[in-house]
């Protein structure tokens, strides 16, 4: 199988998942109509691609040259909005789809990065943008603290499927096994963070700060 087309099937299954993850955020947090839900589905499952290519200036981005990604992200909005009556009250399948999301999304975003010339450093910080952006809109657009800005494993994951990618491309070892072992990581990481409450170190005094806020 071929980078490009390896990349492709990535991205469509992260924009799918990140769809998902949208639309149910949206239905559990926000109360939206129909078109608030696939809004905001498919601006979670596009953003990151698009803030992707825009730094890569690889213009127009790739949602907009190829029809794939929108059918994706509005099937996805759509099939959440229509079981979200049964899944809205249950978190796990949002952190579950967020997880999945995120980590193919850093793994893209490193192999494109890296065929677009960029220093491994670059490549990997693209890698994590890649991942977290569209969450990232998710979150500012139903009013809360993004979770890369407040949740330590979640631009950490994304962080080390990027190193794992450009690490195998360095070594010529990247293909299926490499991109899928890249996004399982970094997916663990994300769970184990989720399921455990796991953050990375915090302000002196945060804490205290937040429970008088409550």
């Known amino acids: 199988m071929s980078t490009e087309l390896l990349r492709l099937l990535l991205d469509l299954l992260g924009t799918f998942a990140f769809a998902l993850n949208g639309a149910l955020t949206a239905a559990r947090v926000a109360r939206l109509d129909i078109v608030g839900v696939k809004t905001l589905g498919m601006i979670t499952a596009l953003g990151g691609g698009i803030i992707r290519d825009v730094l890569l ?8 040259r190829d ?3 929108l059918a994706v992200a509005a099937a996805g909005a759509l099939i959440a909005f229509i079981f979200s009556r049964r899944l809205r009250r249950l ?3 949002i952190e ?3 997880a999945v999301g ?5 793994v893209t975003g490193a192999s494109k990065a890296m065929e677009f010339g960029l220093g491994p450093t670059q490549v990997i910080i693209l890698g994590a943008v890649t991942g977290v952006g569209g969450g ?3 979150d500012a657009l139903v009013g809360q603290i993004p979770s890369v800005m407040s949740e330590g494993l ?3 994951p994304a962080l080390v499927a990027a190193a794992i990618t450009i690490s195998a491309i360095l070594t010529d070892l990247y293909g299926v096994a490499a991109a899928i072992i890249a996004a399982t990581v970094c997916w663990l990481i994300r769970i184990i963070g989720v399921y455990f409450k796991l953050n990375a170190p ?13």
Not at 202 to 214: K, M, T, V, W
């Open 57 to 64: 200036d690889d213009l127009p981005p790739a949602t907009f």
């Open 67 to 69: 029809w794939r990604y």
């Open 91 to 93: 978190a796990v399948p």
């Open 96 to 98: 579950i789809l967020d």
């Open 102 to 106: 995120l980590s193919v999304f850093a």
């Open 136 to 138: 990232t809109i998710r």
């Open 154 to 156: 979640y631009a950490i």
């Open 202 to 214: 915090q302000l002196p005094g945060a804490a205290s700060i937040e429970n008088r806020s409550e």
